[in-house]
């Protein structure tokens, strides 16, 4: 099951896109507080972790960084790969 994030992304081929940067933090807090929601998704997220490489800690640290790093200016954190 998948997490359920808002963002402005057009399809799975754009390559940045703008998200709310209070989902994040959403997302932060319910992977840290191990919520019901969290625990219904954690297979999940595990799986597609280790696709990248990542354990579940070095994402929360990966979002953190998002969080804290980015524009706190704008409500939006842009996320952009080529």
């Known amino acids: 099951m998948e997490f359920e994030?808002?963002?402005?992304?057009?399809?799975?081929y754009d390559n940045?896109?703008?998200?709310?940067?209070?989902?994040?933090?959403?997302?932060?807090d319910?992977?840290?507080?191990?919520?019901?929601?969290?625990?219904?998704r954690e297979g999940f997220l595990t799986k597609e972790l280790a696709k990248i490489g990542l354990t579940i800690d070095e994402f929360v640290s990966a979002l953190d960084n998002l969080i804290t790093t980015s524009d706190q200016n704008n409500d939006d954190v842009l996320l952009s790969w080529y």
């Open 5 to 12: 994030i808002t963002t402005n992304k057009g399809d799975e």
């Open 16 to 28: 940045e896109y703008d998200l709310p940067r209070s989902e994040l933090v959403r997302l932060k």
């Open 30 to 40: 319910e992977i840290i507080n191990q919520t019901d929601y969290f625990k219904e």
